[in-house]
């Protein structure tokens, strides 16, 4: 039987034997009003619970002891340590801290700690291979996300991976790379700094068709490496097809998109361009590069070999054979020594090898069954007047014979003396004093590379020279006639006499 002891303040329950129950129809309250609720054992505190601001507080009453959850069977499932760790099933989980910051750890070695959905499927793996998983089952790839400051907004960049056909480990660069640099893989997912221009792998339209459209390399840019029927085009403002490469044709055509040719270069009909203007600074035809030239052998090492040039630069060649001016030029190496100063010959389909005509190498012209002529036809012309040229001027021509102060510019002759074969032909300014119509002015540009620099200024300080339209010979010609005048007119005046 239960006695009931008062001792004091205090009330207490004492029981000799067995256990004690308490059996009512109702809740059974403890309230301690404002005091602790403290179990014990054999006059020992082990338990106090007690409230701090109406939280519930339980707290061991013996030191270095911990507080443990057990199943029905005895089986431990949960402990708060004394060393303020919460361990889950004593050797699965623990939960503690270290200089407040928060510690979570499996007990077993070699486990791993997965988050899951209620459904099972596991979002999160702590795995004990030193990685963490991000996952989503069946449902989708995993997914992480990013997000900005909440101050601007709840956007967010997003990382996940697609369909892939096998693990892929990216393993980046030790060392932070220079300024332009970017990420390059070797190709087996070690990736490392180069810089933008070195080598990336070919921009693919992701077809498996058209892999490696365009790969830039460190020595070169390659578009279409793959050789598929692509095209390739290039717009310009207003222009869509201002270069266009024909991949199935093997054409490019510029300002055009259905080429006619390896090359077709149509004419730009909206402005009335050319179809082709090409201008150059660098040194003329024949004294090395040279504007445009069509080879029949590529000759560039030694710039040999004959081909036909259209050059509009102001230099003069090495050899003086190409002046100022050049248009059109035909050069063909001699034969022996490889000095371009063979001739151009013209001749005609039907001719088969008959020469039309040729200009030598010193300029000479060379015409066979020729003739060289000009519109004559009368319905171009208007005011047709009978011309007859006063003889009084041409009498007073003067053909001359000299020599050249700066023989390089003027294909100039030499004897076996190498003294220089004086010329035929007239002093332009003795022509220009008789008929201007004979003769032009050339202002000469301080910049030009020829003898016509040496020119002195005149008295209102210009560079002015004059050229002759007459040659070397005409002056022989009119040399003739002029001798034949006189003695035409020495027969005349004795003929006069005898008549007198």
């Known amino acids: 039987m239960a006695n009931i002891e008062l001792d004091g303040t205090n009330k207490k329950i004492k029981v000799d034997s067995g256990d004690l129950t308490l059996d009512v129809p109702g809740d059974i309250i403890l309230d301690a009003d404002g005091a602790d609720l403290t179990f014990a054992d054999g006059g020992t505190n082990i338990l106090k619970i007690t409230n701090s601001s109406s939280d519930v507080v339980f707290q061991n009453q013996v030191d270095a002891k911990d507080i443990i959850f057990k199943q029905y069977d005895g089986t431990e499932v949960a402990k708060i340590d004394d060393d303020g760790s919460f361990k889950v099933a004593n050797s699965t989980l623990s939960i503690s801290q270290s200089s407040s910051d928060v510690i979570i750890k499996p007990l077993t070695d070699a486990k791993d700690i997965f988050f899951q959905q209620y459904d099972g499927r596991t979002l999160l793996d702590i795995n004990d291979g030193g990685y963490v998983a991000i996952a989503n089952g069946a449902t989708g790839p995993g997914q992480l996300r990013l997000y900005e400051d909440t101050d601007n907004g709840t956007n967010y960049t997003a990382l996940q991976v697609g369909t892939q056909s096998g693990d892929i480990t990216y393993t980046l660069p030790t060392a932070d790379g220079s300024n332009g640099h970017a990420l390059t893989t070797n190709g087996s997912g070690t990736l490392s700094w180069a810089s933008a221009g070195t080598t990336y792998a070919g921009i693919d339209d992701q077809s498996s068709s058209n892999d490696d459209q365009i790969t830039i390399a460190d020595g070169e840019v390659t578009i279409n490496e793959d ?243 007459l040659g070397k010979k005409d002056s022989m010609y009119i040399s003739i006639i002029q001798q034949l005048i006189t003695k035409i007119e020495t027969l005349e005046t004795k003929v006069a006499a005898l008549e007198g």
């Open 227 to 469: 050789s598929d029927d692509l095209d390739f085009r290039v717009e310009s403002n207003g222009n869509t097809h201002m270069l266009f490469v024909d991949g199935g044709n093997n054409e490019v055509g510029i300002n055009t998109s259905a080429a006619a040719a390896t090359l077709h270069v149509q004419e730009a009909t909206t402005n009335g361009t050319s179809a082709l203007f090409v201008t150059a600074t660098n040194s003329g035809i024949d004294g090395g590069t040279g504007t445009i030239r069509l080879r029949n052998t590529d000759n560039r090492t030694t710039n040999r070999g004959p081909y036909i040039g259209f050059d509009v630069s102001t230099s003069t060649g090495s050899d003086g054979a190409i002046e100022d001016g050049t248009v059109l030029a035909v050069i063909a190496p001699n034969s022996t020594n490889g000095d371009r100063k063979q001739d151009m010959v013209v001749r005609t389909r039907n001719s088969g090898t008959a020469e039309h005509f040729r200009i030598a190498n010193d300029g000479t012209l060379t015409a066979t069954d020729t003739s060289i002529g000009s519109n004559s036809d009368s319905r171009l012309k208007d005011n047709i007047q009978d011309y007859s040229y006063d003889i009084s001027k041409f009498k007073s021509f003067k053909p001359r014979t000299f020599t050249w102060k700066n023989p390089q510019f003027h294909n100039a002759k030499f004897d076996a003396s190498d003294n220089q074969i004086p010329t035929r032909g007239f002093v332009a300014q003795e022509l220009n004093s008789v008929d201007d119509y004979w003769t032009d002015t050339l202002a000469v540009n301080d910049t030009d590379k020829s003898d016509y620099d040496l020119i002195p200024a005149n008295s209102d300080g210009d560079h002015v020279a004059f050229t002759a339209k």
